[in-house]
């Protein structure tokens, strides 16, 4: 995996700062004001968050889980077996139709009506679906994959509740380190909706004053830069929490399957899943 993505971050996050102190903290500093501490926690909050998602482990299948994975496919083929024993003895019920001849004789003749026989087996298959014990096998990792895991193929393993591999932070985002990256994209919009809106003073003096070629450029290239990333994490951010009330992932928002709302358990306890049991401790990344 490639840790260019993860220095460009960095390079970023360094750039917006320096700019920022150089312009607006530095030139208009009268003490460690309310804003100013309040500014370096989020920032510290935002570091802690990032790191945490980057070293944690995103979601291992223990042994556990995979024996128990094990015992939940044995129960299904059991109760499939008994489906499917059941689901012919109905089925050959209705294939025989009696009725009268001239000589009031019954006769019987089969049934072949492939429509209505289809229709049951494929009821059949979406209520297996919708108990979500579906016999998933992974052939790289030569394990059953329990409901909700993929694989990744740039980690090259199975991950629990996978949402999606995040090339910025060069680590997978799934069930262990989720909401590490929640409240990093949480302390992101902060931010730079932050230093969005305290720069533009900055960006009307540069405007409206005479200043060097230099000092314009890079003023205005930085407030326009910080302004769009402004936009593009808050709006990833709204996503996020969508995909949190509704108990999705991004794969799973993303596939297109009928029954994509089968995990959800109402917005409490989804947030619950994703975030912890505690809604103090849901934006702070511990």
Known sequence: MSLLPTFILFGVLLFIYSIYYFTNLKPNFNGFTYEIIIMHIIILLFLVSIFRAMFSQPGVISTEIIDETWKQWEIFQQQEKERLTEQKQRRSQKSVKTFKTENDEDRSVVNLDAEEIIEEEDNITKDLNQKGVQKRFCKKCCIPKPPRAHHCSQCNTCWL???????????????????????????????????????????????????????????????????????????????????TIQNKTTLEQLEDKPDKRKYDQGIWFNCQSALGSNILLWLLPI
Not at 189 to 201: A, E, F, P
């Open 161 to 243: 509740r996978m949402d999606h591999h995040c090339q910025w932070i060069n680590n997978c985002v799934a069930k262990d380190n989720y909401k590490m990256f929640f409240c990093m994209i949480f302390y992101a919009s902060c931010l730079l909706v932050w230093v969005t809106i305290s720069q533009y003073k900055v960006f009307e003096n540069v405007i409206e004053y005479d200043v060097s070629d230099l000092e314009l450029y890079i003023i205005v290239l930085h407030y326009y830069f910080v302004f769009l990333l402004a936009v593009l994490i808050s709006g990833f951010f709204i996503f996020h929490i969508y995909l």
